[in-house]
């Protein structure tokens, strides 16, 4: 069993930038593929980035390439999200997710353990 907690979260104006933390309960923290998703009222649930388990390359929506950074620290159980250069539509719930495995990284179905999200608002 796995329990993520999100936080980071807030209201930032257009251009600048977040930075999400996730941290994670279990002793294999290594072993799991890591990801963020993103769900804005009325829309499914988007990928964002992922970090693979055992320290692949990381992945990333297209939308999010060049202006967010998936890193994480396997000794302190943390998957971090550095956002910059935000858009108002970027304004979502940011939740974290793990599967133990790296199956369909961009596939929410895939994951097996969520965190409960932290809502990001960018003002325009």
């Known amino acids: 069993q796995v329990q993520l907690v999100e936080s980071g979260g807030g209201l930032v104006q257009a251009g600048g930038s977040l930075r999400l933390s996730c941290v994670a309960s279990g002793r294999t923290f290594s072993g799991y593929t890591l990801a963020w998703f993103r769900q804005a009222p009325g829309k499914e649930r988007e990928f964002v980035a992922a970090t693979p388990l055992y320290g692949g390359a990381p992945y990333y929506a297209d939308s999010v390439k060049g202006r967010f950074t998936i890193s994480r620290d396997n000794a302190k159980n943390t998957v971090y999200l550095q956002m910059n250069s935000l858009k108002p539509e970027y304004t979502a719930v940011y939740l974290c997710?793990?599967?133990?495995?790296?199956?369909?990284?961009?596939?929410?179905?895939?994951?097996?353990?969520w965190g409960h999200g932290t809502q990001d608002t960018v003002s325009s």
């Open positions: 997710a793990a599967q133990s495995s790296a199956v369909r990284v961009g596939t929410p179905m895939s994951y097996d353990y």
